[in-house]
């Protein structure tokens, strides 16, 4: 086995990715190699995840297969997962490093000790602090940066781990958040995407707000793209979208959680709004920006949900000018509200909501995208295909195949959308500019 060798395995969300990439970047300073998390390593580390029962799974199967494949390597487990069953992964000795989610930078410092005295008493550990913020943005894809703004969230919605996890809303300042927008354009990345818990919840001690965030971060010389990324209706504001709507920088592409299209599940859900404002905001993106993608989370089969409710959600959908759907079934959760909830629904029921709500996406972003067809956009390629095409995104979240140079890589171009290719890909052609 080679020395000083690290595999990551990143779960989850877009946050962890940019949480590993940090990690990541301290590791390679401090002289240690990232390797391929298939390939042997010196120390694995398991960025985990606890948003769904799934999630926790896999996050056990790799601490293990990594136990069998590799005996002699070392494991560590951070993030969600461990912020939530800390001690029970201690006693149950799960890895020889565990930390929870907002210490997990720390694994560095424990590696470090581990790989000196390896004879000390395991599992290497601390308790986690929910109350600092902790920096973080990727680097090591050449195109795009997730910039992490915000953690934690002050909700609680009944079905959801993340506030027991990550703890409290807090944000990083605008003055930090800027001087890593402008690390990032040095390294010659052209988007950056905003990431965080709850990122519409951003706010200092001084008063600022996400919308400050925004107006700061386009006045970031030589920053060409940002995307906003996951946002709650109820704190996507009209000033927000009008801003969206007048700076080129900016990105037509929403993310918009809804989880259900009827009224009385969303109050049973603890969310902060009703689905009329959901679908005012929906509206107004689509006035102001017609060809605007606005992606929807959805969740199939919430405790209580009758097929009434279900239709309702359904139907709300399938009215909305939206461009597809994340659905995916109701997961229980151990110490969320909704857990104790009585009319908890059988598997099948909620997996055949949710292939319903996948279908109705599939229709969604058939429609989306052969409305785009002919159009021009704007797309930023990011690699390249076995067969030497080009891949990338429109402003709008298309993705693109292209016939180009591999040098185009990294850059923008006017793409002219052209054909169909299957419901997640449009082929693209160049226009001279
Ligand atoms: S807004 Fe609700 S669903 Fe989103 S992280 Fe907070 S508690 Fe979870």
């Known amino acids: 086995m080679s020395l000083n060798t690290i595999g990551i395995k990143t779960l989850g969300c877009k946050l962890n990715f940019s949480e590993s990439a940090t990690i990541e970047r301290i590791l390679t300073e401090k002289g240690y190699r990232i390797v391929p998390f298939e390939e042997e390593a010196e120390v694995y580390i398991i960025n985990s995840c606890a948003v769904t029962a799934e999630a926790e799974k896999k996050c056990r199967y790799y601490v293990r297969h990594i136990k069998k494949q590799h005996p002699a390597s070392k494991t560590a487990i951070i993030g969600c997962f461990s912020s939530l069953r800390l001690e029970e992964l201690i006693r149950e000795q799960e890895a020889d490093i565990i930390l929870g989610s907002n210490n997990k930078t720390e ?4 590696i470090e000790s581990l ?3 390896p004879s000390q008493h395991l599992p290497l550990s601390q308790a986690d602090d929910k109350t600092a913020f902790v920096s973080a943005y990727s680097l090591h894809e050449r195109t795009r940066s997730f910039l992490k703004i915000q953690d934690g969230c002050d909700y609680f919605c009944a079905y959801c781990t993340v506030p027991y996890a990550r703890g409290h809303s807090r ?10 927008a402008k690390t990032i354009v040095a390294n010659g990345i052209k988007e950056i995407i905003l990431s965080g818990v709850n990122i ?3 706010k200092t001690g001084e008063g600022e707000n996400f919308y400050n965030v925004l107006e700061a971060l386009i006045e970031v010389e ?3 793209r940002l995307r906003i990324s996951s946002i709650e209706p109820n704190l996507l504001t ?3 979208i009008e801003l969206t709507a007048s700076t080129k920088q900016i990105l037509p592409h929403f993310h918009i959680p809804l989880q259900s299209g009827c009224d009385d599940v969303l109050h049973r859900m603890k969310r902060r709004y009703k689905r009329d404002v959901f679908a005012e905001k929906v509206h107004y993106i689509k006035q102001l920006m017609p060809d605007a993608c606005i992606a929807v989370d959805v969740i199939a089969g919430f405790p209580g949900e009758s097929e009434a409710d279900f239709r309702d959600t359904y139907d709300f959908i399938h009215r909305l000018p939206i461009s597809y759907l994340h659905a995916f079934p109701y997961s229980r959760r151990p ?3 909704a857990y104790d909830m009585p009319n908890q629904l059988s598997k099948v029921c909620k997996n055949e909501r949710n292939q319903q709500l996948l279908a109705l996406s599939h229709e969604k972003k058939h429609t989306f995208y052969t409305e785009n067809l002919h159009s021009i956009h704007k797309v930023l390629f990011e690699s390249e295909t076995s067969t030497r095409q080009l891949v990338g995104f429109t402003d709008n979240y298309i993705k693109v195949i292209a016939s180009l140079p591999n040098d185009n890589i990294n850059a923008i171009r006017n793409i002219q959308l052209s054909e169909l290719l299957d419901n997640d890909t449009v082929l693209g052609i160049a226009i001279n500019e």
């Open 107 to 110: 694994v560095v410092n424990k």
């Open 115 to 117: 790989l000196k005295s």
């Open 171 to 180: 944000s990083n300042s605008i003055a930090t958040i800027i001087k890593e």
């Open 200 to 202: 519409g919840d951003f």
């Open 222 to 224: 030589g920053l060409q």
């Open 238 to 240: 009209k000033e927000i």
């Open 335 to 337: 110490g969320t509200l």
